[in-house]
């Protein structure tokens, strides 16, 4: 989705997931006080990226800017019956995990 507006394509991945039981992933700015961010939360994975990302351009020859705001990695995907029941018995509502790029030769 666009950096600008992606609450509207936050609200209809989150929507189709559980309609359609499809996995959606989403590269997001990691803004945690914007309004959608509470759909954010019904995700089943948010992944924090550690670093700010560097794009590419049309010919995919490496942007002299990188991205303003740190990102996220937001998946939805119908949860298992366990994720059901843990997040009913826990009141956990989302799952953080953080993303660090493989160091060289790993």
């Known amino acids: 989705p666009p950096y600008s507006n992606p609450g509207p394509f936050v609200a209809r991945a989150l929507e189709s997931s559980m309609a359609n039981r499809s ?21 089943a994975e948010i992944r924090f990226i550690t670093h700010r990302i560097s794009f590419l351009d049309h010919q995919g020859l490496p942007q002299s800017s990188v991205a303003r705001n740190d990102s996220v990695l937001v998946i939805f995907r119908p949860l298992s019956w366990w994720e059901r029941l843990k997040r009913m018995l826990c009141g956990v509502q989302h799952t953080y995990a953080e993303y660090r790029e493989p160091k060289e030769g790993s």
């Open 23 to 43: 996995t959606h992933v989403m590269l997001l700015p990691g803004s945690t006080s914007v309004g959608w961010w509470a759909l954010v939360r019904e995700a």
